[in-house]
């Protein structure tokens, strides 16, 4: 049975941080060990991105169930674009807390991490997020109550956590070795002109 992955988009995300994972798990579909199915939910029929654009989410939260998902991905975004008015949101942080009430993996992106800390899943835990220079999120996260870390990317128990949109191919293959293992995922890499 595939392992079902939930992308949860809030409105003003950044397109980058969410086709890491539409990539990542598409390449995995049609030429790696498949397996897993990655389905984009917002909390509206139509979201704008960061960059101007608008994307379609497949369904919207009231349309799915989550226990069907196995794991939760979350892009980041920008305040100038809105992003926090959904990332903040009562029904978007009570997904994050379900999924860390399950115990199931749950993978973010940049300053989507600030939506765990918000949730309250991240007190006492290690994280990251944006590291800009000049910016304040990193200490946004720590209010929070996470340890933040200089790394890129944060591990913590089943949640990761990371820098910017560079990390975001790393964090999407690492949901991947999660789900089908380091070997497919390796395949995957090569196969993606990530390894020679």
């Given at each position: 049975m595939a392992k079902k992955i939930m992308m949860l988009l809030a409105d003003g995300f950044e397109a980058v941080e969410a086709s890491v994972f539409t990539d990542v798990l598409g390449w995995n579909q049609m030429e790696g060990a498949g397996g897993t199915e990655l389905v984009t939910v917002g909390l509206r029929e139509k979201l704008r991105c960061t960059w101007n654009f608008t994307v379609l989410p497949e369904y919207t939260l009231d349309?799915?169930?989550?226990?069907?998902?196995?794991?939760?991905?979350?892009?980041?975004?920008?305040?100038?674009?809105?992003?926090?008015?959904?990332?903040?949101?009562?029904?978007?942080?009570?997904?994050?807390?379900?999924?860390?009430?399950?115990?199931?993996?749950?993978?973010?992106?940049?300053?989507?991490?600030?939506?765990?800390?918000?949730?309250?899943?991240?007190?006492?835990?290690?994280?990251?997020?944006?590291?800009?220079?000049?910016?304040?999120?990193?200490?946004?996260?720590?209010?929070?109550?996470?340890?933040?870390?200089?790394?890129?990317?944060?591990?913590?128990?089943?949640?990761?956590?990371?820098?910017?949109?560079?990390?975001?191919?790393?964090v999407a293959f690492l949901v991947l070795e999660e789900l089908t293992g380091r070997a497919n995922t390796n395949h995957v890499k090569t196969l993606m002109g990530f390894k020679k």
């Open positions: 349309q799915v169930t989550l226990s069907e998902f196995d794991v939760l991905v979350i892009p980041g975004g920008f305040y100038e674009a809105g992003f926090y008015e959904d990332a903040y949101s009562v029904a978007f942080l009570d997904v994050i807390r379900y999924f860390y009430a399950q115990d199931k993996l749950i993978a973010t992106i940049c300053v989507a991490a600030l939506a765990l800390g918000k949730s309250g899943i991240l007190q006492g835990k290690q994280a990251t997020t944006y590291n800009g220079e000049g910016s304040v999120r990193q200490a946004q996260l720590q209010a929070f109550g996470a340890e933040v870390l200089p790394d890129p990317i944060i591990r913590d128990g089943n949640i990761i956590t990371s820098h910017n949109p560079s990390t975001g191919f790393d």
